[in-house]
Structures are given as structure tokens and as C-alpha cells.
């Protein structure tokens, strides 16, 4: 198992000073909110790229996903939205991360035509995305956080370049089991988002066991061979405790985790 860290959990912190953290507490990846608001993003020169390249590249650890906003299933015409997946697809190409996360933002849409704006788009993106050796997840989230929503798009598209990011929070909150999660995704999955919340109504981010959701279910059914993802939501709620005081932790709990799931067997 690989284990990354969101840089969402770092609002506004340079990409060199969380690669750092990230290789000081032992996390080989991090995922990269990519949004306007912070150092690193689309719009962000062929210069500042490079040199976010440099600084994970020298921590030795690596970029895994490019952690966009682009809403394959949200209503209005495609091109902005297919524009939008090719700008973080090229972000992705050059800090040499495998994956872009997009959302599905079909929220006041009936199913059928949300999913239908999800799957014209998607397999439109996707041969792009292909060519240049990087991976579309949509996450369970919003409007298709549930991965019965989520893996309906995905057969529909048909594609291996499109597949799914798992948050283990939204299909929690739907419900869901951490196996019939893993048993819907199948072969879509990309990676597992990992996180802590007190209740579902308080989603204020805590510690890595320190909350409600069942974490061993959910890490028990991951890849043996993949990435962990911790997505710690500060910065939505800025009153939680700083995330590079929980780091250490953290890693050493999903390797908990990851141990007794294997040991289990």
C-alpha cells in the first residue's frame, strides 16, 4: 500500500513546503488541490510548474492527482466543461501525476439526464486524457456520491481511462458498506480517499480514528497495491487542528490498519 495526503489540508501552503511535509512523515504522495486559490493550478505558468515538478521530485515523493473542479454531470453546454478537463489533463502531464479528479455536479438534474451529461462528456475527455497517460476519476460525490451512481456512469463510458475515486465519507453517509462500495467500483477504481468526521452531522475533519467512519472496513477492501489518501477538509472548516501536527499519526495508523487487515486474512 502508498499513502498520500490532500494538500486541501494545507490551504495556501507552497508545494515545496507539503512535499516536505509529506516526505518527513513518510507519505509518498500528495494530492494536489488544484484550484485558483492556491500556489498550484491550471492557470499556473509552464515556469511554476516546473517548479512544483522540481520540489516534490526532490522530497522523493511524488504528485499523485490532480484534485480538479471541473462537474462532468452538471447542467449547460459541454465545451467548458471538456475545456476545463484538458487544462487539468495537460496540469496532470506536467507534474507527472497519473490521475485528475473530477466531480460530478449534477445536483437538481434527474438522474438520467445528469448521468447522460456525465457519460457524453466523460467519453469525450477520455481519449485525451489517454493519449497523454493520465487517468479521469470521478469521485463519489454530490450528485453521484453513492458508487451505484457512480460505477453506472463508468460502465456507460466504457473506457479504462475513465474510472473512480472513492471517498469513503459520501458513500458512508449514503449508507453504503465498505464492501458493497468495493464490490460496486470493481475495476473502475483509481484510488481510496481516507478521512475522519465526529458524526454525519458534524463533518468537521479529525484525526485518522478519531471519528465515526468504519476506516478498517474501508481500508480492509482497498487494492493491496494502491494508494491511500488522507483528504483532510480544512480548509472548509479553519477552526480544526493544523494538519501537520496529525501527519505522523496518521501514516502510522493506516499502516495499523493496513497491517491487521493483511494479518486477518
Known sequence: MKYAFSTLGLPGTPLARSAALAAEHRYEGLELRAHPEEPLHAGSSRGERAAGLRAVTAADVRVLGVAGYARVAAAGEDEPVLAEIRDLVQLA?????????????????????????????????????????????LETHDSHRSTTATARVLHEVGHPAAGALWDVLHTWLEGE????????????LGYVQVKDV????????????????????????????GWLCWEYERRWYPHAADLAGLLERGRSYLEHLVTAGQQAE
Open 93 to 137: 502531464v506536467d507534474l507527472e501525476a497519473p490521475y485528475v479528479r473530477v466531480f460530478p455536479g449534477g445536483e437538481g438534474l434527474p438522474p438520467h439526464r445528469s448521468d447522460a451529461n456525465a457519460v457524453r462528456r466523460l467519453r469525450e475527455a477520455v481519449p485525451f486524457a489517454d493519449r497523454h497517460g493520465v487517468r479521469i476519476l
Open 177 to 188: 458498506s465498505a464492501q458493497r462500495s468495493r464490490r460496486q467500483l470493481g475495476g473502475h
Open 198 to 225: 465526529a458524526s454525519a452531522q458534524d463533518l468537521t475533519p479529525l484525526g485518522l480514528g478519531a471519528g465515526v467512519l468504519p476506516l478498517a472496513e474501508a481500508v480492509a477492501a482497498a487494492p493491496p497495491a
